[in-house]
């Protein structure tokens, strides 16, 4: 069935530095990948998104960048600050089959 | 004005009763979704319905039940709940719009099983 794979599970990083999050996908049909983040205690949230007709995507300091034939994505964030810290989530979704389906999380750590 | 709302946000209960959570959603989006959030974080999917029919169903134990009396609708019956069924369940709404299908979480309901 369809799965996303997510790495890594947990990232520290000092504030400034760069930070990347990567994902793979199984269904060669997804179209749609966004990516989410859940603060503690909180609902998960989209930060950005893009479609398979498009290789990357900016927006401010995030950016995703997609690789269809390797079926692998990615989230980037720039100049990392202490309220990056949270729980950052991928999705891959099919457009016929409303199914959307997460990774498994990344825990990001962002240290004064 | 919240767009998805569920309720209640905290649940305590003993194993063996059967409980609801219920979420309503006000963007006029057809799908709808029921999430469950374990104690890793995983969010698996459970459910999904696309206008008030249901269009998948994961491998989740009979013992749930959802219901989606319209589209903006869509509740969570749990019947002799178990130890397991500890978790966040989380209720959503997307639409297809040609440009995104962002999916719009509720707040999320903790069901603590005792």
């Known amino acids: 069935g369809e799965n996303v794979e997510q790495h890594p599970s947990t990232l520290s990083v000092q504030e400034g530095d760069s930070a990347v999050i990567k994902c793979t996908y199984s269904d060669s049909a997804s179209n749609y990948f966004p990516w989410y983040k859940q603060e503690l205690g909180k609902r998960p949230q989209l930060i950005i998104d893009i479609r398979s007709n498009v290789g990357e995507k900016k927006d401010q300091r995030i950016a995703v960048t997609l690789n269809k034939t390797a079926k692998h994505f990615s989230l980037h964030i720039t100049e990392t600050q202490p309220e990056d810290s949270a729980v950052y989530f991928c999705a891959a979704n099919r457009r016929d089959t409303d199914k959307l389906i997460f990774g498994t999380g990344t825990r990001l750590q962002v240290f004064p | 004005d919240t767009a998805v709302s569920q309720t209640p946000k905290y649940l305590v209960t003993q194993m063996g009763n059967d409980k609801s959570i219920k979420c309503e959603q006000n963007?006029?989006?057809?799908?709808m979704y029921w999430y469950k959030q374990d104690s890793k974080k995983f969010l698996k999917i459970m459910f999904s319905y696309n206008n008030k029919e249901l269009i998948i169903n994961e491998t989740v134990p009979n013992r749930f039940s959802p219901k989606s009396p319209d589209k903006a609708h869509l509740n969570l019956h749990i019947n002799s709940l178990e130890l397991g069924d500890s978790a966040v369940y989380f209720c959503?709404?997307?639409?297809?719009?040609?440009?995104?299908?962002?999916?719009?979480f509720g707040q999320g309901t903790r069901l603590t099983v005792v």
């Open positions: 963007l006029g989006h057809d799908t």
């Open positions: 959503a709404s997307s639409q297809e719009t040609g440009f995104s299908t962002e999916a719009f």
